[in-house]
């Protein structure tokens, strides 16, 4: 009969132990391996179908887009004919101002008076701007709807003279869509600014 010594015995113990070891760390990473497949399966899943959906709304919304918008889009031909338009308008209306202002200036001449005086009134104008470096002063004085006012640095040029605040507001909707999107309303009295809520 065979003889194994306790040292032998003790070697075959710790080799069945190493392959056991071996064969539960070969589990272990099998069973990770699986689950990590399954993870990244259904993560590829949710990607597919995310991608999914906006690649159809992407192709809805352009499907609606080429039925839908285009009515409302513009060429850029028909953009430029609008802008041309536009100036046109506003250098017809920048005529028509001065056109006004030389027959008022003719009219008082004519009858010999002057404009009616504003003088203790409250009246309102559109500020269309402030300007540390130009100086627009190149305008007649008897132009009374255009008024050049210098004040701590700046020169401001405000338009019109307005009995009531409705009308310098309406005056100035129609200088803001003419291009003057800064101007705002002042009031003066006795050709001093005052605030709005004083001349009220």
Do not use: C, P
């Not at 009858?111 to 470096?133: K, L, M, P, R, T």
């Amino acid at each position: 009969m065979a003889f194994i010594t306790d040292e032998e015995l003790q070697d075959l113990k710790d080799q069945i132990e190493k392959v056991e070891e071996a064969k539960r760390s070969a589990t272990y990473l099998s069973e990770k391996a699986v689950k990590e497949e399954k993870e990244n399966s259904r993560k590829f899943k949710i990607a597919t179908i995310i991608l999914g959906i906006i690649a159809l709304l992407g192709v809805a919304g352009t499907i609606y887009f080429m039925q839908f918008g285009a009515k409302d889009m513009i060429s850029q031909k028909d953009h430029k004919e609008k802008i041309s338009a536009l100036e046109t308008k506003v250098t017809e209306l920048q005529g028509t101002i001065q056109n006004l202002s030389m027959n008022q200036e003719l009219a008082s001449e004519d009858n010999g008076e002057s404009a009616g005086s504003i003088e203790g009134e409250v009246i309102y104008a559109v500020q269309i701007g402030a300007f540390e470096s130009k100086d627009l002063s190149l305008y007649s004085e008897n132009f009374v709807n255009f008024r050049e006012i210098k004040s701590e640095g700046f020169n401001k040029y405000a338009l019109g003279n307005f009995e009531t605040l409705n009308e310098a507001k309406k005056f100035r909707r129609e200088i803001v869509q003419l291009g003057f999107r800064n101007a705002f309303i002042a009031s003066y009295q006795n050709g001093e600014r005052i605030k709005i809520e004083e001349a009220w």
